[in-house]
């Protein structure tokens, strides 16, 4: 953006102390990636300072539905949502570990998470779970869900399984990311976490009614609907990351749902399509 403006002859501008702080956000963010997780300047970046702003990918995505009717209330909704969950993490005994932090200071993961919990809210409230318990939950397990991906040794050097894509990944990538589900939450009970409804939706946050999906092949009736909400809303933002040209179009919404025909139940499906493309 400030590129633009210099190639405009634009060299002097004011902006608003909000916009300001986006901004120094951002570059804090950008900065943190370049340098790595490892790095003196990236671990003194605060968690929540990476968690509260939604940059590059995020803003994309919040345009993208916007301009699909997601009203101005309802973002904020979601942006309340996110920074809920965001308190919530910081009080579990994962938030300080290694992992964690490296998993939240990874760029693709960081973006990821944040619109994957943000979309988890849309949709929630269109299928109206509204129960304290279970917002928290979806939330948590939104954010989370992948975390066991970023652990893995490989995953640094893949550029394959940090874009999720399967056609591309060897076989010893394929395996990773078959079995992240059940590495993520196992790395979460590791670390002293043990909510049972959270931890079920990360496992199967992958799982499809038809069974195609895995680690374990379930199908209906062995997959909640709270499940389907994480594991819709994964799909759907991992759809927008690899599919930009189609974002900055306004399409990507009506060509996902193609895709979704008989792996999610018909309740879903018509949530998501009244959710983020108005219509059922």
Same mark, same amino acid.
């Given at each position: 953006?400030?590129?633009?403006?210099?190639? =405009?002859?634009?060299?002097?501008?004011? !902006?608003?102390? /909000?916009?300001?702080?986006?901004?120094?956000?951002?570059?804090?963010?950008?900065?943190?990636?370049?340098?790595?997780?490892?790095? #003196?300047?990236?671990?003194?970046?605060?968690?929540?300072?990476?968690?509260?702003?939604?940059?590059?990918?995020?803003?994309?995505?919040?345009?993208?539905? =916007?301009?699909?009717?997601?009203?101005? /209330?309802?973002? #904020?909704?979601?942006?309340?949502?996110?920074?809920?969950?965001?308190?919530?993490?910081?009080?579990?005994?994962?938030?300080?570990?290694?992992?964690?932090?490296?998993?939240?200071?990874?760029?693709?993961?960081?973006?990821?998470?944040?619109?994957?919990?943000? %979309?988890? $809210? %849309?949709?929630?409230?269109? %299928?109206?779970?509204?129960?304290?318990?279970? *917002?928290?939950?979806?939330?948590?397990?939104?954010?989370?869900?992948?975390?066991?991906?970023?652990?893995?040794?490989?995953?640094?050097?893949? /550029?394959?399984?940090?874009?999720?894509?399967?056609?591309?990944?060897?076989?010893?990538?394929?395996?990773?990311?078959?079995?992240?589900?059940?590495?993520?939450?196992? %790395?979460?009970?590791?670390?002293?976490? $043990?909510?049972?409804?959270? +931890?079920? !939706?990360?496992?199967?946050?992958?799982?499809?009614?038809?069974?195609?999906?895995?680690?374990?092949?379930?199908? +209906?009736?062995?997959? *909640?609907?709270?499940?389907? *909400?994480?594991?819709?809303?994964?799909?759907? /933002?991992?759809?927008?990351?690899?599919?930009?040209?189609?974002?900055?179009?306004?399409?990507?919404? $009506?060509?996902?749902?193609?895709?979704?025909?008989?792996?999610?139940?018909?309740?879903?499906?018509?949530?998501?399509?009244?959710?983020?493309?108005?219509?059922?």
């Amino acid at each position: 953006r400030l590129d633009a403006f210099l190639q =405009k002859g634009i060299s002097h501008f004011h !902006m608003r102390k /909000s916009i300001q702080e986006d901004y120094l956000a951002y570059c804090d963010r950008f900065a943190a990636s370049l340098v790595g997780a490892k790095g #003196e300047r990236a671990s003194k970046i605060p968690l929540k300072l990476k968690i509260a702003q939604t940059a590059n990918h995020g803003d994309q995505v919040i345009k993208f539905i =916007k301009s699909n009717g997601v009203t101005d /209330s309802s973002i #904020e909704y979601a942006k309340g949502f996110l920074d809920n969950t965001r308190m919530l993490i910081s009080a579990l005994p994962i938030e300080n570990s290694e992992t964690f932090r490296g998993f939240v200071l990874d760029i693709l993961n960081y973006e990821h998470a944040v619109v994957a919990t943000m %979309l988890v $809210a %849309l949709l929630a409230k269109t %299928l109206k779970i509204d129960a304290d318990r279970n *917002t928290k939950a979806l939330g948590l397990a939104a954010f989370l869900h992948d975390i066991g991906l970023y652990s893995s040794g490989l995953y640094a050097s893949s /550029s394959a399984l940090q874009m999720e894509d399967l056609l591309l990944m060897n076989e010893e990538e394929k395996h990773v990311f078959r079995s992240h589900p059940l590495t993520s939450a196992e %790395l979460l009970r590791n670390a002293g976490f $043990a909510d049972p409804l959270v +931890l079920q !939706m990360i496992e199967q946050h992958h799982e499809r009614i038809d069974r195609s999906g895995f680690p374990k092949e379930i199908g +209906l009736g062995q997959i *909640t609907e709270m499940t389907e *909400t994480v594991a819709l809303c994964d799909e759907f /933002s991992s759809f927008l990351r690899s599919n930009p040209e189609l974002v900055s179009k306004g399409t990507a919404s $009506a060509l996902l749902v193609d895709k979704l025909e008989g792996r999610y139940t018909k309740k879903l499906i018509e949530a998501f399509m009244t959710t983020f493309i108005g219509k059922t």
